[in-house]
């Protein structure tokens, strides 16, 4: 089982597989709730990799400003209390999106929350954390393919050790990366690449073109599956209504489709797989 004083042991010993061309950061977030919109970090830890096989690491606690809900403290076990002479996000955040300059992301359910909640801590105050840009390895979207379960489980499934620490974003998030290194062992389908992986990691499944279900195949066209244009193609939204998608793309969607609408707006539309 892991446990507080193996994790510098395990972090010092993970090695990726694979080559970098950009820094690659696992990170885990612990937060005042479920709601990456409204809800606020209580605590971060960042693993970064780097295409030199060096390694850094951010780690904060964060006072909130507004009170934590005791459902949530039973969950990661942080009271308002515990935070009191932290940071706030905003003194920590110019050390935080320095270190993330650059770097593509990992994490478990990482695009739905993580980089959700990141993406509005940051918008609050008025830095421009771009979504459009980032790649992203998610090991929840690996597992899901085989099994439907929480981190503890995978871990377990994975590892074959008992995640004692859950809920704790350091320990989560050094987990995370062990199960994900599991992962490339034993599923033979996973690629060995980044970019090949980060694709890998697209879970949205036929008839669906990206993670959010905002796209949909139709007779080998892509058609917008929600909003105003509902069912009609993306090629004609591109050529009628520019605004409707740039919009899309400033606001807080998964990275993927933020990814799809950049490139259609530049007249590059998805190929529809095998």
């Known amino acids: 089982m892991i446990r507080s004083n193996e994790i510098n042991e395990i972090e010092n010993s993970l090695e990726l597989p694979f080559e970098l061309k950009n820094p690659l950061i696992f990170l885990d977030i612990e937060a005042t709730g479920p709601d990456p919109q409204i809800d606020r970090i ?4 960042c693993l970064k990799f780097l295409p030199n096989k060096e390694k850094d690491s951010f780690y904060a606690q964060v006072n909130p400003t507004e009170k934590i809900p005791p459902e949530s403290t ?6 308002n209390n515990d935070l009191s002479q932290a940071p706030s996000f ?3 955040a110019k050390d935080l999106f320095s270190f993330f300059e650059g770097a593509d992301f990992g994490g478990y359910n990482v695009a739905r929350f993580d980089l959700r909640i990141l993406f509005n801590e940051f918008k609050k105050i008025d830095i421009k954390f771009d979504l459009g840009r980032v790649k992203v390895i998610d090991p929840f979207q690996i597992y ?3 099994n439907k379960r929480n981190l503890s489980t995978a871990y377990q499934h994975y590892c074959d050790k008992e995640l004692t620490d859950a809920h704790g974003a350091r320990a989560d998030n050094i987990a995370t990366i062990e199960v994900f290194l599991s992962q490339m062992k034993k599923h033979e389908d996973i690629p060995d690449s980044f970019d ?11 008839p669906y073109v990206d993670p959010e279900r905002f796209l949909k195949w139709q007779f080998g066209e892509v058609i917008l599956n929600s909003g105003k244009h509902k069912g009609r193609l993306l090629k004609e939204i591109v050529k009628e209504d520019h605004g409707f998608l740039f919009w899309v793309t400033k606001n807080n969607f998964h990275p993927v489709l933020i990814r ?5 707006l530049n007249g590059k539309f998805p190929e529809k797989p095998n």
């Open 42 to 45: 209580i605590e971060i830890h």
């Open 74 to 79: 039973l969950i990661h076990g942080f009271t």
């Open 90 to 92: 905003k003194k920590i």
């Open 144 to 146: 899901i393919k085989n």
């Open 196 to 206: 090949e992986i980060a694709d890998y990691c697209v879970n949205a499944g036929s």
């Open 260 to 264: 799809i609408i950049k490139n259609a």
